[in-house]
């Protein structure tokens, strides 16, 4: 159990529509990372958020948005939604450290 | 470029027999290393890492990995396999300063335990 908690665990969508994943962090990690994982793959990472602002961003498109809010908790939001998109969407919380911790994940299906 | 290789996409072994897993890794600098392991549609669990020092590092569930600087290499090892181990596993690598923790991730090495 690592603390980070991610909603939904399951999520259906149709191309074009928009969706709002949420990652809780664990508590005292001030650094949240979302990746995305493509059935077979490993994670790919989609950007970081470190004390509130983005601070490192993958090879994703803009239609890829996050915010972190002042509790560390963080949300991903993706537009215009493909076929493409349906993955597993992994939140990891970390300190300075460097330690990630990550939730079970958000199972994205995109019809 | 930084990357992370994994070359045994699948490997099937006996209960109890021994395991080693393979990972290489192109980096700017001597890098922090990770192994996670991710049990089907389930989030990633750490295995162990390597941040400086002795370069064998215990894990927890039995596991440890090796650095070797000239190889690029930390490949995980676990003397005796349990059937509870059959997952996914994936090497990371990420940098050793800054706030920035992006992790480069291999694609991952499926293990299958015979009984």
């Known amino acids: 159990e690592t603390g980070v908690t991610q909603s939904p665990t399951h999520l259906i969508k149709t191309r074009g529509q928009q969706v709002t994943l949420r990652c809780s962090s664990q508590?005292?990690?001030?650094?949240v990372s979302w990746y995305q994982q493509a059935l077979g793959q490993g994670p790919q990472f989609i950007f970081q958020?470190?004390?509130?602002?983005?601070?490192g961003r993958g090879n994703f498109p803009p239609r890829f948005s996050g915010l972190q809010f002042p509790n560390y908790s963080s949300e991903l939001n993706v537009n215009a939604l493909e076929l493409d998109d349906s993955a597993l969407y992994l939140c990891?919380?970390?300190?300075?450290?460097?330690?990630?911790?990550f939730g079970a994940g958000t199972r994205l299906s995109v019809l | 470029a930084q990357s992370v290789t994994q070359p045994d996409i699948h490997i099937t072994v006996s209960e109890g027999a021994s395991l080693e897993l393979r990972c290489n890794y192109s980096?700017?600098?001597?890098?922090?290393l990770f192994w996670y392991v991710q049990s089907p549609g389930q989030g990633l669990q750490l295995l162990l890492k390597?941040?400086?020092?002795d370069t064998l590092v215990q894990g927890i569930k039995g596991f440890e990995a090796e650095f070797k600087r000239s190889q690029s290499s930390f490949n995980l090892r676990k003397p005796s396999v349990h059937w509870s181990d059959a997952a996914e596993y994936f090497c990371?690598?990420?940098?050793?300063?800054?706030?920035?923790?992006?992790?480069?991730w291999g694609l991952g090495t499926s293990l299958a335990v015979n009984p």
């Open positions: 990891a919380s970390s300190s300075e450290v460097g330690i990630q911790y």
């Open positions: 508590s005292g990690h001030n650094t």
């Open positions: 958020y470190y004390r509130e602002e983005e601070n």
């Open positions: 980096y700017g600098a001597t890098p922090y």
């Open positions: 390597y941040f400086s020092g």
């Open positions: 990371a690598v990420g940098p050793n300063a800054g706030n920035n923790r992006k992790l480069i």
